[in-house]
């Protein structure tokens, strides 16, 4: 059996453990910038208050009502680190989908004892982290997320819900489901197969898997046979290596300063070339680009790219760095203000076949170890001890670049300097 364990409103419940204020009051936390609504207590939810809402169309009367939070993603990728290690004492076959989310194998386990294992599961969650999380059993990953939507529909599951392939519950909750609720469909998936005539989860499952791989995907015929409760899926078929990795932000505020803006793409390029290495590819260019602010019309405008070629095929943040930072000197002009920086890398391939130039100066087997090494130690720091432990120069805490986070809430579990304080006198 497969479990789909999801910690219920993640971000509000993290915030929620350190601040007992917060409970029982509409919360929601802000996107980057503090820009849009990205996650939200039931209470806010009642009042109408979005998914993705900007906080500046929140209605006044609703704002005086509830606490907005700037995004606090140290915390959350703590709490997230915790709550696994909880998951790996049940069972060793924890998979991480998300920050919120882990599949969990129970191959072996009693099918009659995994309802009140889940609940045992639960409670330690909630006890050892503050953590409320809701489970979904089943044969496979796709019925395990329809079980885990059930248990969120019923708060009499208690947070604990099993669908048994051929039970006559797990036809009802497909027959009832929208096909663009099922995990995996979504976009121009879902409008290839409402050309089908598939509009629900049913009829997904019922339907011919050789007829579906034709006219749609692989993925999607497997996708049919997990909803006929068979196992066939791994993550990696939901979330295919990109084919271009872009990282960019608006600035916390506009600046010409050319510092801030090198510190800007240095970060931007550094943050790539981890997710570079995280999918296991490798980049052979980098593009750079600025821009204005294109609202500002009182402001001179400006927008710009430009294409840096690598002598060869790398996933070394220090080369990908210093490509972006050659881009950056050709694009810069006095006399801008200057909102955005992104970097995309591009034209990426597999490490694994990577094809080797043979007009580049080659790089022996000791080289190459010392440099995997390096990015292997940079990025297992990073995981460790929270995004940005490690970088490649100096960032300063008050550059224009940053973020805006007006309303963040303390690191409590990752930096000693934020820790409440308790006055014993």
């Given amino acids: 059996m497969i479990c789909l364990s999801d910690a219920n409103c993640f971000y509000v419940s993290a915030e929620r453990v350190f601040d007992p204020r917060l409970h029982g009051i509409p919360v929601g936390v802000l996107s980057n910038n503090d820009g849009c609504v990205v996650a939200r207590s039931p209470e806010l939810k009642a009042l109408g208050v979005g ?33 696994t290690s909880i998951y790996t004492q049940h069972t060793p076959d924890v ?83 929208p096909v663009t609720e099922v995990w995996g469909v979504a976009g121009r998936m879902a409008i290839r197969l409402y050309e089908l005539g598939i509009q629900t989860a049913w009829d997904l499952r019922v339907a011919d898997p050789k007829r579906i791989r034709g006219r749609t995907s692989v993925v999607m015929e497997r996708i049919v046979w997990e909803l006929r409760g068979k196992d066939c899926i791994e993550l990696d078929d939901m979330s295919a290596p990109k084919k271009q990795i872009m990282t960019s932000r608006s600035f916390g505020r506009l600046t010409g300063d050319l510092d801030d803006l090198r510190e800007a793409v240095r970060v931007h390029a550094s943050r790539g070339a981890e997710k570079l290495r995280r999918q296991g590819s490798l980049t052979r260019a980098v593009m750079v ?137």
Wanted: net charge neutral; hydrophobic share 35%.
């Fill in 95 to 177: 998979e991480v989908y998300s920050i919120d989310e882990s599949f969990l194998g129970f191959h072996g386990f009693p099918t009659d004892s995994l309802e009140e294992r889940c609940r045992a599961m639960r409670r330690q969650v909630l006890r050892d982290t503050g953590i409320t999380v809701s489970t979904g059993l089943s044969t496979s990953k796709v019925l395990a997320k329809l079980a885990n939507h059930q248990t969120k529909r019923d708060p009499d599951r208690d947070g604990v819900a099993i669908l048994l392939p051929n039970a006559p519950e797990t036809r009802q909750l497909p027959e009832e489901l």
């Fill in 51 to 83: 998914m993705g809402q900007p906080a500046h169309e929140i209605p006044p009367p609703i704002r005086r009502q509830c606490v907005l939070l700037s995004s606090n993603y140290a915390l959350y990728g703590d709490m997230s680190r915790w709550v």
């Fill in 289 to 425: 680009f600025v821009r204005t602010n294109p609202f500002r019309e009182d402001h001179p405008q400006h927008r710009d790219s430009v294409v840096v070629a690598l002598p060869s095929a790398t996933d070394d943040s220090r080369l990908i760095v210093t490509a972006a930072a050659r881009g950056l000197e050709a694009l810069y002009k006095q006399g801008y203000r200057y909102q955005k920086a992104g970097v995309m890398l591009m034209d990426l391939c597999d490490r694994a076949a990577e094809q080797l130039d043979l007009m580049a100066e080659p790089e022996n087997d000791e080289q190459r170890g010392r440099r995997d090494r390096l990015m292997a130690t940079i990025d297992q720091l990073n995981a460790e001890h929270g995004h940005g432990t490690v970088t490649l120069g100096m960032s300063r805490p008050r550059s224009a670049w940053r973020l805006r986070c007006q309303h963040r809430t303390p690191r409590y579990t990752t930096r000693w300097d934020e820790l409440p304080s308790v006055n014993c006198s």
